[in-house]
């Protein structure tokens, strides 16, 4: 990775991070946590079709994913500075 895309990572990270300190992250998060248990309860009750189970799964994989970003972000910016120290 190069200093000009570490750059471009951390901008990307910071926006991301304002993003989850406004106040409908925290209406968003909820709802979406709410519907992650939804699902995880129909996931485990055994009851769903093959196909649909992938769905779901894929879902709540996803919605997982998005609500951890930020985070996510964060360790990528630090490897990628561990990285390009050890480079130096």
């Known amino acids: 990775m190069t ?3 570490l750059r ?3 901008e990307r990270a910071l926006q991301i991070r304002e993003l989850v300190r406004q106040p409908g992250w925290a209406i968003l998060t909820d709802y979406v946590v709410a519907q992650i248990d939804a699902k995880n309860r129909r996931i485990l009750a055994g ?3 093959p196909d649909d189970y992938r769905v779901e799964a894929g ?3 996803g919605a997982t ?3 951890g970003a ?3 972000l964060d ?3 630090e490897q990628a ?3 390009l120290a050890e480079e130096a």
């Open 59 to 61: 879902w709540v994989q």
């Open 8 to 10: 471009d990572l951390q």
């Open 70 to 72: 930020s985070d996510q």
């Open 47 to 49: 009851r769903l079709h």
């Open 65 to 67: 994913f998005v609500l």
């Open 75 to 77: 360790r990528q910016v």
């Open 3 to 5: 200093e000009d895309e």
């Open 81 to 83: 500075r561990r990285r």
